[in-house]
């Protein structure tokens, strides 16, 4: 792990060159060409051009249909009933406790209206169709469909589609069991740019969808990069992330902040670890102890990888300067292990999730503990939020003018339309000042 120190010459240079790296998003030209010639096929070629790419990218059988790319519902209920039982209870833990917490995210409609008749209103609607993408390359994430799904279902959202790649035609049956838990609609067998592209277009056998969400390859992310616009998106996830500030009276052993540490690193080769302190002895002795666990972590080879290119030890001079490191850094996740953590969270404003005292590790934050795992990475906490019900709904303003109120508001408006050098918006104003007031209706307004 790189040894960085905040009194050193030069560190704010080191740590931004570690950042900018790792915050360059998908922008490798020929994966960009690749994906844009993938969405280019799909558009043009439908369920053709995916039952293709499903074939070179996916594995599905040679000689599949349309239809083979739909799982059917008695697969999913099979996966379900094959899945052991102590498996479903804690899916279905998670599901309530990720239901719970999300129904307090849900937004009124509201109004305002004058007495002379003037409204201004606001309707929060649900999105009609949403797309989830579910990873499935070198792990199973049942996790994943319930953060994406449940907040969907909660927000009212009609159908939910989910995506996710099946190797050999595989899916691992606690993927499925969490997607009829959450309540997902259709699942199709299908992964990659070409999964997103077939959400975001629609094919005769996958349905357009309004949004897309989920993480995934950096094939996935230049899609969704390429097809914004075209369909909403969530964000463009980058690599997983943690940073955890620590002192010694935190409460919490080397051992455990090790633990941590890897618990982000065993994700991908590109996750990025960060343990800040004031002690340095707090310091050796977690890194010492990390080198130890690793070498038993069953996804040892990611995550030495993670650590070798982006596991970092900062020595701040107090807790102050390590807050200030951890701001800049905005990480998704930020571990606050220290004595006075509810005090510190109040002064964090960029993080995807705060993780407060000795006994919240970041690991009940992807599974159990309510709140959504899908967050901003790659310093994009700064101004992106974290998963919830507010991405699967959209708002419409409402209008309604009285005459009273027209006749009040529109000289000026015809004032700010002529500074605009927009004279129709000024006539269409001016036309009903001109006409009798048949209404007589009369009053202050909004």
Known sequence: MRRLDTREPGFEASLDELLRDRAAGPTDPTIAQQVSAIIHEIRCGGDTALIRLAQQHDGLQDG??????EIPSEQIQQAFESTPVETIEALQTAADRI???????CEDD?????????????????????????????????SSVLMNAVPARVA?????????????????????????IAGVDRIFRVGGAQAIAALALGTATIPKVDRIVGPG????????????GVVNIDMIA???EICIIATQDGGATAEQLAADLLSQAEHDTRAMVC?????????????EALWSQLEHLPREPIARAAINNYGMSIHAQDMNDAVAVAEHIAPEHLELVVPDADEICTRIRNAGAIFCGPHTPEAVGDYIAGPNHVLPTSGSARFFSPLGVYDFVKRINIIRFSRPMLEALGPKTMLLAHTEGLAGHAESIRLRLEQNDESGNSGSGI
């Open 99 to 105: 239901r719970l917490f999300h129904e307090r995210q």
């Open 238 to 240: 980058g690599p997983s």
């Open 156 to 180: 009212g959202v009609e159908e939910i589609i989910m995506v996710t790649p099946a190797p050999k035609g595989a899916i691992e049956p606690a993927v499925l069991a969490a997607a009829k």
């Open 64 to 69: 599949a249909t349309a239809d083979d790319l």
């Open 217 to 228: 390859s950096i094939w996935v992310a230049t899609a969704k990069q390429q097809l914004f």
């Open 275 to 287: 343990l800040i302190s004031p002690d340095n002895a707090l310091i050796d002795r977690v890194e």
């Open 110 to 142: 509201w109004s305002m209206e004058s007495d002379d008749g003037t409204l201004l209103a606001h309707r929060v609607i649900p999105l009609k169709t949403v797309g989830v993408y579910v990873p499935g390359g070198t792990a199973a994430y049942p």
